[in-house]
T-cell receptor, first 116, second 116 residues
């Protein structure tokens, strides 16, 4: 079936530096993408989303970039802090939820380790 | 709002035992789903519901039952626990609304289940 994958399983970053987490998706019909953060022992937490009519979206210290041509998604975290240490998942799904429901497909996750 | 509440947080079962994982949300979300999370496997969809009285199977439904008698609750039943069901289980809900725009999931904090 269709799946969402990540290039790097672990990313080590110095505190204060910027982090970039990448994700490749395979379902060209997907038009809604989300990044989730999961801290140890907790459930995934919504960070930021983007719809396919956009190439870039910014939040607080985070930016998501979407390249539909090569089916690539990235999450940039500015001035990475110790509290950013977590596993980050990308997910893909439909922009509009149909009667069949809202099935998101999740990537395997990238672990971000912030070094002091 | 409490969001999505899962109970219990931890559970140990013997092979063959049955149990129910509870999930409740207070956000009036129409869509609810159950995922299991295993190392190296990511999040896999077990069952989902698009509204009270409507449920359907996900990617890995065998050995699990669900029901949705109210908008708020979506319990997951393990009929006869097996060691292969050792996992972390997450319940998630999603707002649909009149526009049917996808806004992603809100996850619970998870139930860590061990079957011995």
């Amino acid at each position: 079936g269709e799946s969402v994958g990540l290039h790097l399983p672990t990313l080590s970053v110095q505190e204060g530096d910027n982090s970039i987490i990448n994700c490749a998706y395979s379902n060209s019909a997907s038009d809604y993408f989300i990044w989730y953060k999961q801290e140890s022992g907790k459930g995934p937490q919504f960070i930021i989303d983007i719809r396919s009519n956009m190439d870039k979206r910014q939040g607080q210290r985070v930016t998501v970039l979407l390249n539909k041509t090569v089916k690539h998604l990235s999450l940039q975290i500015a001035a990475t802090q110790p509290g950013d240490s977590a596993v980050y998942f990308c997910a893909e799904g439909p922009h509009m939820i149909k009667a069949a429901g809202n099935k998101l497909t999740f990537g395997g996750g990238t672990r971000v380790l912030v070094k002091p | 709002n409490a969001g999505v509440t899962q109970t219990p947080k931890f559970q140990v079962l013997k092979t063959g035992q049955s149990m129910t994982l509870q999930c409740a949300q207070d956000m009036n979300h129409e869509y609810m789903s159950w995922y299991r999370q295993d190392p190296g496997m990511g999040l896999r969809l077990i069952h989902y519901s698009v509204g009270a009285g409507i449920t359907d199977q996900g990617e890995v439904p065998n050995g699990y039952n669900v029901s949705r008698s109210t908008t708020e609750d979506f319990p997951l039943r393990l009929l006869s626990a097996a060691p292969s069901q050792t996992s972390v289980y997450f319940c998630a809900s999603s707002y649909v609304g009149q526009t049917s725009y996808n806004y992603g999931y809100t996850f619970g904090s998870g139930t860590r289940l061990t079957v011995v």
